[in-house]
Nanobody, 115 residues
Framework: QVQLVESGGGLVQPGGSLRLSCSAS????????VGWYRQAPGKQRELVAA???????YYADSVKGRFTISRDNAKSTVYLQMNSLKSEDTAIYYC?????????WGQGTQVTVSS
């Protein structure tokens, strides 16, 4: 198992940028799949971006070209760079780290896009 701590959320104006970070404890991070999900009020949690331990990254159509997922295995950290933010990006964002034997979630960080 890994423990996850997220940071970087906040209030930003439309068109602005934020970078979310998710730091993991434990030694399994480098061989784990990582991803970012979000949940808006009244909606189901949805996958925003994912980066398998070995393979192509995935982005939801709604964020393609605006969001970038990356990882630093030396720091056991996964990032989500969010540019050109829109009001519809407002949600609680959760990071996830998983392998076949476990799936760990961060505590969530609020992102609010509003003028």
């Amino acid at each position: 198992q890994v423990q996850l701590v997220e940071s970087g959320g906040g209030l930003v104006q439309p068109g602005g940028s934020l970078r979310l970070s998710c730091s993991a404890s434990g030694s399994l991070f480098s061989t784990s799949n990582v991803g970012w999900y979000r949940q808006a009020p009244g909606k189901q949690r949805e996958l925003v971006a994912a980066m398998p331990s070995g393979g192509n990254t995935y982005y939801a159509d709604s964020v393609k070209g605006r969001f970038t997922i990356s990882r630093d295995n030396a720091k056991s950290t996964v990032y989500l760079q969010m540019n050109s933010l829109k009001s519809e990006d407002t949600a609680i964002y959760y990071c996830n780290v998983n392998r076949l034997t476990f799936s760990s979630w961060g505590q969530g960080t609020q992102v609010t896009v509003s003028s």
